[in-house]
């Protein structure tokens, strides 16, 4: 059984960081692509980064310089670094994984979900 558990954000100010965690387990494989992705109320939800079965990543042109992915394959966790946040940053955000190395910035391609981690970004 696959399981995402996601740790880390909570509120801060413009400006400053802050960095989230999601610890992987059920997945046969070593290569599997995992993503954050985020939703904001009356928003629609957005892929903020991905990183795929071969460590390649990509980021959304709204975090781009600002927020780093990064994957431990031995502790099989997936981090998120946010640096200079905005207020638009605000969301909750998801850890989201698939088997297979091929993965985007879409909802529809990931098959498992964590349960979301609040991120709150004060001005």
């Known amino acids: 059984q696959v399981q995402l558990v996601e740790s880390g954000g909570g509120s801060v100010q413009a400006g400053g960081s802050l960095g989230l965690s999601c610890a992987a387990s059920?997945?046969?494989?070593?290569?599997?692509?995992m993503g954050w992705l985020r939703q904001a109320p009356g928003k629609e939800g957005e892929g903020v980064a991905r990183i795929n079965g071969i460590g390649w990543e990509t980021y959304a042109d709204s975090v781009r310089g600002r927020f780093t992915i990064s994957k431990d394959t031995a502790k099989n966790t997936l981090y998120l670094q946010m640096n200079s946040l905005k207020p638009e940053d605000t969301a909750m955000y998801y850890c989201a994984a698939r088997e297979g190395i091929r993965c985007g910035l879409d909802s529809h391609d990931y098959d498992d979900w964590g349960q979301g981690t609040q991120v709150t970004v004060s001005s």
């Open positions: 059920g997945y046969t494989s070593s290569r599997y692509c």
